[in-house]
């Protein structure tokens, strides 16, 4: 295959007609599953009565499109201050061995802990139940952040240094000139999964303890058994991640540019 026919096979447009076709697989694969009875599918309703619900009900709804904008909004504070805290947080471990020795066995004892068993502490530490849902979110990143840029730090070859110290670069010179360019793809993948979990985690706490959000809204589809709503829940908390990827994208290509001419 030429270079030409290969560049023509991976073309966007390509590429995006095929996701879009298995998009489509998939609801034709649902709407047989729900016709046809198959077990434990049967009982959801078609995509078709789903959309039509969608559209005869919730495009044109206020409260549907501002949990859109709550969700987003929580999403946006606990993914950014996870980003200003554990990127830092990260460098500082990689580079410090004495803070590292002092404070990483405690954070290494955090770190397991599930972003959901902080819900009842947050409930009483924070005053409001908006900022416990964001001090969740936050968490749910922070952790994944930190040891992605730790790891990153901890990657960098050790006669890189060596090689910049002998020439005489100063400390600030080897963090700004080696480091901190290394550790770029480390940070980039931290903020591809922490905007994963960050959405993960908002969901499962608008449940628990909101008023407001998609989750919450996909939470009261099922109290109230109307699993039109559950669905069209479902499907727009995968629209908001998707977008919100997209974004985290967007920002990973504007950080590496040398990607772009791969």
Same mark, same amino acid.
Request: proline fraction near 5%; avoid cysteine; hydrophobic fraction near 50%.
């Given at each position: 295959?030429?270079?030409?026919?290969?560049?023509?096979?991976?073309?966007?447009?390509?590429?995006?007609?095929?996701?879009?076709?298995?998009?489509?697989?998939?609801?034709?694969?649902?709407?047989?599953?729900?016709?046809?009875?198959?077990?434990?599918?049967?009982?959801?309703?078609?995509?078709?009565?789903?959309?039509?619900?969608?559209?005869?009900?919730?495009?044109?709804?206020?409260?549907?499109?501002?949990?859109?904008?709550?969700?987003?909004?929580?999403?946006?504070?606990?993914?950014?201050?996870?980003?200003?805290?554990?990127?830092?947080?990260?460098?500082?471990?990689?580079?410090?061995?004495?803070?590292?020795?002092?404070?990483?066995?405690?954070?290494?004892?955090?770190?397991?802990?599930?972003? $959901?068993?902080? @819900?009842?502490? +947050? &409930?009483?530490?924070?005053? *409001?139940?908006?900022?416990? %849902?964001?001090?969740?979110?936050? =968490?749910?990143?922070?952790?994944?952040?930190?040891?992605?840029?730790?790891?990153?730090?901890?990657?960098?070859?050790?006669?890189?240094?060596?090689?910049?110290?002998?020439?005489?670069?100063?400390?600030?010179?080897?963090?700004?000139?080696?480091? $901190?360019?290394? @550790?770029?793809? +480390? &940070?980039?993948?931290?903020? *591809?999964?922490?905007?994963? %979990?960050?959405?993960?985690?908002? =969901?499962?706490?608008?449940?628990?303890?909101?008023?407001?959000?998609?989750?919450?809204?996909?939470?009261?589809?099922?109290?109230?058994?109307?699993?039109?709503?559950?669905?069209?829940?479902?499907?727009?908390?995968?629209?908001?991640?998707?977008?919100?990827?997209? @974004?985290?994208?967007? &920002?990973?290509?504007?950080?590496?540019?040398?990607?772009?001419?791969?």
């Amino acid at each position: 295959m030429t270079k030409a026919a290969l560049m023509k096979r991976l073309s966007p447009s390509r590429i995006r007609w095929r996701g879009v076709t298995s998009v489509i697989a998939f609801f034709v694969l649902w709407h047989l599953a729900v016709v046809l009875g198959v077990s434990g599918i049967s009982e959801l309703p078609t995509p078709v009565e789903t959309l039509a619900t969608f559209f005869g009900e919730y495009i044109a709804d206020n409260d549907y499109w501002q949990s859109w904008a709550v969700s987003f909004q929580r999403v946006l504070a606990g993914f950014i201050i996870a980003q200003l805290l554990g990127i830092p947080l990260g460098l500082v471990f990689g580079t410090n061995r004495r803070f590292r020795e002092m404070f990483f066995p405690v954070f290494e004892l955090m770190r397991p802990i599930p972003p $959901l068993a902080w @819900v009842p502490v +947050s &409930i009483l530490f924070w005053p *409001t139940n908006e900022s416990s %849902i964001i001090f969740i979110t936050f =968490i749910g990143a922070f952790f994944v952040i930190v040891i992605n840029v730790y790891d990153g730090v901890r990657s960098i070859r050790n006669e890189h240094m060596w090689l910049a110290q002998s020439l005489g670069a100063s400390r600030l010179s080897i963090f700004r000139r080696i480091m $901190l360019p290394s @550790v770029i793809p +480390s &940070i980039a993948v931290g903020m *591809t999964l922490g905007i994963a %979990i960050t959405w993960n985690v908002v =969901i499962a706490a608008e449940m628990i303890s909101s008023d407001s959000g998609l989750g919450r809204m996909t939470w009261e589809g099922y109290v109230s058994s109307t699993p039109e709503v559950v669905l069209i829940g479902m499907i727009s908390i995968g629209l908001a991640g998707y977008l919100s990827s997209v @974004v985290v994208e967007w &920002i990973e290509r504007r950080m590496m540019p040398w990607k772009e001419t791969r």
